[in-house]
Structure formats: C-alpha cells, structure tokens
C-alpha cells in the first residue's frame, strides 16, 4: 500500500480554502445551536466553561428519594 505524504498547501490553495470558508461559513454559522462552541470563530473552550457555570449557577436542582413499590394500583 502506496503512503500519501503530507503537503504543505501552495498559495492558490490557501486561497481556495478561503473563498470556500468565507462563502459557506456564514450560512452554516446561523444553523449552528448557540450553545456549540467547538471550532466556532470567536468561541474558546474558556467561553463554553463560563457558560457551563453561569448555567449552574442559575439553575435550581431537586432530588426526590421516595419508596414506590408500595404506591402501584392494584384491582381488588
């Protein structure tokens, strides 16, 4: 099996990228969810940690311990 080498793109190929990027990035960029931070442009991993705290924080938790064997209807 023939091994492919690793290229280092020319200048028109990085040009193609661009273009290509720049006409579908915005279309692509409104359906993403705003929540999605991974390689999003001017989102980090920092961002997507602030937002998991700020969630948190905000949010209010219940924890519910009942025994319910004993709560079925049955039919006399």
């Known amino acids: 099996m023939k091994k492919a080498g690793i290229g280092i793109p020319t200048i028109q190929d990085r040009a193609r990228q661009a273009l290509v990027k720049s006409a579908l990035e ?15 442009p001017g989102r980090s991993a920092q961002d ?16 519910l311990d009942a ?10």
């Open 26 to 40: 915005p279309e692509w960029e409104s359906r993403f969810e705003d929540t999605s931070y991974g390689f999003r």
């Open 48 to 63: 997507a940690i602030e937002r998991i705290y700020l969630c948190i924080k905000h949010s209010s938790y219940y924890v």
């Open 67 to 76: 025994d319910i064997a004993k709560c079925s209807y049955r039919e006399p």
